[in-house]
């Protein structure tokens, strides 16, 4: 790796020490969930043995990971793709009833604040993510998907899952506004 050029490096934002923890505490009760078996899939309690079965933010959880699995193996700028990265972070959010700032954003992506500024900004201009404003403080902005962008991520896992052959659960039609 070290005979790329330095511009295709990229380097993560440091972890701290508590953050670190928390993730290997999140990562060892996952296991105890699903006693340990990679093919079981957390579905709110309940614990599904079946690979083929699965929910969307199960399915978006699996294809970031690997996509940062691509990263242990190759220089992640071979393959950056922030605008994707932060589609399915709020995507992700959006499945959880969960609020993305917009520094959460970039955080997901894995990427510099200003390229998330810019892909943010981006974003916007085409209609495809909305920025809500936080009412308690005001210097602070939501992102939320679209409704069309929302249909469209859905129509995209739908087809990923047929020609994967899984079956999606755990969202209608009617869940994307």
Not at 21 to 40: S, V, Y
Not at 55 to 61: D, E, G, I, P
Not at 133 to 145: E, S
């Amino acid at each position: 790796m070290n005979a790329l050029p330095a511009d295709l490096h990229h380097r993560a934002p440091p972890r701290s020490p508590v953050n670190e923890e928390l993730l290997k505490i999140a990562a060892r009760l996952t296991d105890l969930a699903t006693g340990g078996d990679p093919h079981n899939e957390l579905i709110g309690f309940a614990v599904v043995s079946n690979p083929s079965i699965m929910t969307y933010a199960a399915l978006v959880k699996r294809l970031v990971a690997d996509r940062r699995h691509r990263e242990k193996h190759f220089a992640p700028a071979l393959f950056a793709d922030p605008v994707w990265d932060i589609l399915l972070d709020l995507f992700l959010a959006e499945t959880e009833s969960r609020p993305i700032s917009v520094s959460s954003a970039t955080v997901a992506a894995n990427i510099p604040p200003t390229t998330g500024l810019r892909c943010i900004a981006m974003l916007t201009a085409k209609g495809m993510i909305l920025r809500i404003p936080v009412p308690l403080d005001k210097r602070k902005i939501y992102l939320q998907l679209s409704s069309e962008t929302s249909i469209s991520i859905k129509a995209y896992l739908d087809d990923l899952a047929a020609r994967w052959s899984i079956t999606l659960i755990g969202l209608s039609h009617a869940a994307f506004r």
